[in-house]
């Protein structure tokens, strides 16, 4: 058994205070581009851009884009006939499409790929005939639009809890699908649940959750095992970003709280506290986790060292309709 120093009696101010940062963190592919698309929308067209819903689940970023001149709207019936408006990277369905189609507007479609390509699988599944298992969570609006595609045959399944009520048509013809912002863990043990109770589910083609929530849940776990306090960075709504609170304290951090910015970290959080980890979800510019850093700096602790759990080189092309206008160099009216 390998010893350790006895610290026991050291005072407090001796014991060393270390932070981390974990790596990844912040914006994935999709949050870039979505982002990216409504800047560059409204650098193209000129204000306002309507985007309906949030862009991305991150209100500093919402926020920032409405200062220049994107207006936010819940749905289609709040945009002016003719007007430009991005669907947002959390993806619609084929009836918002029709809407707008019907509507006359110019649409820009941010839809994250990897969202699209669940929505392909669903619609494929469908027309297998295929009874179709949604994990995922009510209301959130990749949910929405993905069940949209097809939704006959979808059943959403919240949580592996859910298992026992689910009912299918033919349990020989039944797969599962998930929302991509999931926690992998959870997401594992609902489709045990839901493979033992149905033998013959099939799986996706591939898996959904996607590349980025997994590098970041798995860097979290990382960092949190020798973590006092794990402080992720992210907006409530963000459903990557909650989950990595969860997996943080799933995996020993003793404390996880979730903030949208530094000033939420509350001083009671460090009161004995001489490790700290901090990461952010796959919505939040990485200032905001850099602000995070200084306030710890501010408090004693020392500057911050990065666990790196991997690389990510995955960029994805701006949306055909905006790259299209962007060569042929469309300028506002």
């Not at 699988?121 to 069940?147: M, N, P, S």
Request: glycine fraction near 6%; aromatic fraction near 4%; charge should be negative.
């Amino acid at each position: 058994m390998t010893s350790q120093p006895d610290t026991s009696m050291a005072p407090q101010s001796e014991q060393a205070r270390r932070v981390v940062v974990a790596a990844p963190r912040g914006y994935c592919a999709g949050v870039d581009r979505a982002v990216i698309t409504v800047e560059k929308a409204l650098d193209t067209y000129g204000p306002p851009v309507y985007v309906r819903k949030q862009i991305v689940h991150n209100r500093h970023v919402v926020e920032n884009l409405e200062q220049r001149g994107a207006i936010f709207v819940e749905e289609l019936a709040e945009v002016p006939a003719g007007a430009t408006v991005v669907f947002s990277a959390h993806g619609v369905s084929p009836a918002v499409h029709s809407e707008a189609s019907d509507r006359g507007l110019k649409t820009i479609d941010a839809t994250c790929p990897l969202v699209t390509k669940v929505h392909h699988e669903a619609k494929r599944f469908a027309r297998d005939d295929l009874d179709i298992l949604l994990i995922g969570h009510a209301g959130h609006e990749e949910v929405e639009g993905t069940t949209g595609e097809a939704p006959s045959h979808i059943t959403l399944v919240q949580s592996p809890d859910d298992v026992a009520d689910v009912e299918v048509r033919d349990p020989a013809k039944v797969a599962w699908l998930s929302q991509t912002t999931l926690s992998v863990d959870e997401t594992l043990e609902t489709v045990g649940k839901l493979r033992e109770k149905f033998p013959l589910l099939m799986d996706p083609p591939s898996d959904d959750i996607c590349y980025a929530t997994q590098n970041r849940q798995l860097a979290v776990k990382q960092i949190a095992a020798h973590s006092d306090l794990v402080i992720v960075v992210g907006s409530s709504n963000s459903s990557n970003s909650v989950r990595l609170v969860e997996v943080a304290l799933e995996a020993g951090a003793k404390a996880a709280y979730r903030v949208d910015n530094a000033g939420e970290v509350a001083d009671s959080w460090l009161d004995g506290v001489h490790s700290v980890g901090v990461t952010s979800g796959a919505s939040v510019p990485d200032d905001l986790v850099q602000g995070v850093l200084e306030l710890l700096v501010s408090k004693g602790f020392p500057a911050a060292v990065e666990e790196r759990l991997t690389e990510e080189s995955l960029v994805f092309a701006l949306p055909p309709e905006l790259r299209k206008d962007l060569r042929s160099g469309a300028a506002s009216d």
